[in-house]
């Protein structure tokens, strides 16, 4: 199961509250994984080195992100690693697609 340690950034309504340092974030994260976690990330933060997915089989790189950017793409279609074929955990139906950063306007409201 992923574990998602995500920065506060204040916006409209809680502009009195700081954003959460970098280094908070980076620090939680070694702390789970030196507990053994395998699938720890940091997220609202462009750290790419942080949010990406490595096989736990042979540490090769296997789904890079920054931010909600998709980077890197190295799964087979069935969700393993190409180099030694360990699973990945997760749900994949491959290939990857082109998502980019994508913004969708959306409304919201009675009737919307």
Do not use: S
């Not at 949010?51 to 789904?63: A, D, Y």
């Not at 749900?91 to 950063?101: A, L």
């Amino acid at each position: 199961m992923p574990l998602h340690f995500t920065a506060f950034h204040p916006d409209w309504k809680m502009l009195d509250r700081r954003a959460t340092p970098p280094q908070t974030l980076l620090e939680a994260r070694r702390i789970a994984r030196e507990a053994g976690l395998r699938h720890v990330y940091t997220g609202n933060v462009h750290h790419e080195a942080t949010q990406t997915t490595h096989c736990h089989g042979c540490g090769g790189r296997l789904i890079g992100r920054d931010w909600y950017e998709i980077t890197h793409w190295a799964l087979t279609d069935d969700g393993r690693c190409p180099d030694c074929g360990t699973p990945c955990a997760g749900r994949f139906d491959g290939p990857v697609g082109n998502w980019g950063r994508r913004r969708a306007p959306m409304r919201v409201g009675v009737g919307a």
